[in-house]
């Protein structure tokens, strides 16, 4: 089974701050990880995806992740917030030997707001 | 190439009754998933077609059931509504074994009064 903690379910920066999204993963199996980002009343658009190439991945908006296996974490970062950068942050787990028959396994969510 | 597409958009429905979801895949994928999001939470995997059949299901009770068509595209059902029912109902789509390549569609929100 596998199961996915978002530290925060509200994040709060000032604009030009640097952002930082905590997820860490519970596995049985070396994991597919996943950033999606929801705007209100919209789905989920992928900011990145982490499918045990590089540690370090980089994905849309200027945002990136880091898979640190020891800590069995995938925190998500942006140097600099923007105010369009203000949405639900979900992080997510798949694994990739059930070839997709068991889903993505989502966090909670974290909220991110922008402080002018 | 075309997105994932749902439709209605919105929809309220009364405790008991029946509905059905419907979702076009992403050109050139093949398989079929569908997610409840309720409010203020993480999307929950309900089940993935493949090939017309169901290939694998989260947590969900009978009474949520699916089929893909020929070309792929998908409708949800739900039986005997229930108020806890009421959420966002996404379809994503993919290509079979690349459990890493999901496309999204924008949802269907369901009210059950």
């Known amino acids: 089974a596998q199961s996915v903690t978002q530290l925060g379910s509200h994040v709060s920066v000032s604009e030009g701050a640097l952002v930082l999204l905590r997820c860490n993963y519970s596995s049985s199996v070396p994991p597919y990880l996943f950033w999606y980002v929801q705007y209100p009343n919209q789905g989920l658009q992928l900011l990145l995806k982490y499918t045990s190439a590089a540690t370090l991945v980089k994905g849309i908006n200027g945002f990136e992740a880091e898979f640190k296996k020891s800590e069995t974490s995938f925190h998500l970062t942006k140097p600099s917030a923007h105010m369009s950068d203000a949405a639900e942050y979900f992080c997510a787990v798949s694994d990739p030997s059930g070839g997709g028959a068991d889903g993505l396994t989502f966090g909670k969510g974290t909220h991110l707001i922008i402080q002018p | 190439e075309t997105g994932v597409t749902q439709s209605p958009t919105h929809l309220i429905k009364t405790r008991g009754q029946q509905v059905t979801l419907r979702c076009s895949s992403q050109?050139?994928?093949?398989?079929v998933s569908w997610y409840q999001q309720a409010l203020g939470q993480g999307p929950q995997f309900i089940f993935q077609y493949y090939r017309e059949e169901e290939n694998g299901r989260g947590n969900f009770p009978p009474r949520f059931s699916g089929l893909q068509f020929p070309n792929y595209s998908s409708e949800l059902n739900v039986n005997a509504l229930e108020l806890d029912d009421s959420a966002l109902y996404l379809c994503?789509?993919?290509?079979?074994?690349?459990?890493?390549?999901?496309?999204f569609g924008s949802g269907t929100r369901l009210t059950v009064v």
């Open positions: 994503a789509s993919s290509l079979i074994g690349q459990s890493y390549g999901y496309t």
């Open positions: 050109s050139g994928h093949n398989t």
